[in-house]
T-cell receptor, first 115, second 112 residues
């Protein structure tokens, strides 16, 4: 149980285009979903927290107009990287939690490469 | 300040040897504690967690961890390491919010 999927697993795009990443909790309802970014050989950096039906809460230094988050249902959250640039290339990981201050279950990650 | 420390950046062990990965936190109360494992290019898999109760926690893949309040530690152990255990291990802590605070990770290398 507690499976989280992400799609796509990898994506290559041209600079200036937008990319959407989906995160789904497959066998539980996620009160909260989290989006992280991970640079090579580093730990995870929290980008934002989203609750179903509410606006996402972004961490300091994360541009909310660049990283659009939509938490449309209790099983789906999307991250859209708008007008992507090479510096946005990274590994993006989502997690989902069934309750407040509960265990976070992580997706397999999405490798984004912007050319 | 609330923080999580994994003192060992890189550990190398022989297959079949025992393993202990260290994790310390700084907090005035007892937090919720987790260990996750990440294989290259993959997401994080939950190994085990501690919320309350028995301070020795059993997890998946033969791992266990012991919460020691007096030392503010939550060290991960395995009695006999397998080559497939080579990965990055993250200790993570929930303090007084729902945001996980991660340690910097420990890379485990296993030699045959």
């Amino acid at each position: 149980g507690a499976v989280v999927s992400q799609h796509p697993s990898w994506v290559i795009c041209k600079s200036g285009t937008s990319v959407k990443i989906e995160c789904r909790s497959l066998d539980f309802q996620a009160t909260t979903m989290f989006w992280y970014r991970q640079f090579p050989k580093q730990s995870l950096m929290l980008m934002a927290t989203s609750n179903e039906g509410s606006k996402a809460t972004y961490e300091q230094g994360v541009e909310k107009d660049k990283f659009l988050i939509n938490h449309a249902s209790l099983t789906l959250s999307t991250l859209t990287v708008t007008s992507a640039h090479p510096e946005d290339s990274s590994f993006y990981i989502c997690s989902a939690s069934p309750g407040y201050k509960d265990t976070q279950y992580f997706g397999p990650g999405t490798r984004l490469t912007v050319l | 300040a609330q923080s999580v420390t994994q003192p060992d950046i890189h550990i190398t062990v022989s297959e079949g040897a025992s393993l202990e990965l260290r994790c310390n936190y700084s907090y005035g109360a007892t937090p919720y504690l987790f260990w996750y494992v990440q294989s290259p290019g993959q997401g994080l898999q939950l190994l085990l967690k501690y919320f309350s109760g028995d301070t020795l926690v059993q997890g998946i893949k033969g791992f266990e961890a012991e919460f020691k309040r007096s030392q503010s530690s939550f060290n991960l152990r395995k009695p006999s390491v397998h080559w497939s255990d080579a990965a990055e291990y993250f200790c993570a802590v929930l303090f007084n919010t729902d945001k996980l605070i991660f340690g910097t990770g420990t890379r485990l290398q296993v030699f045959p």
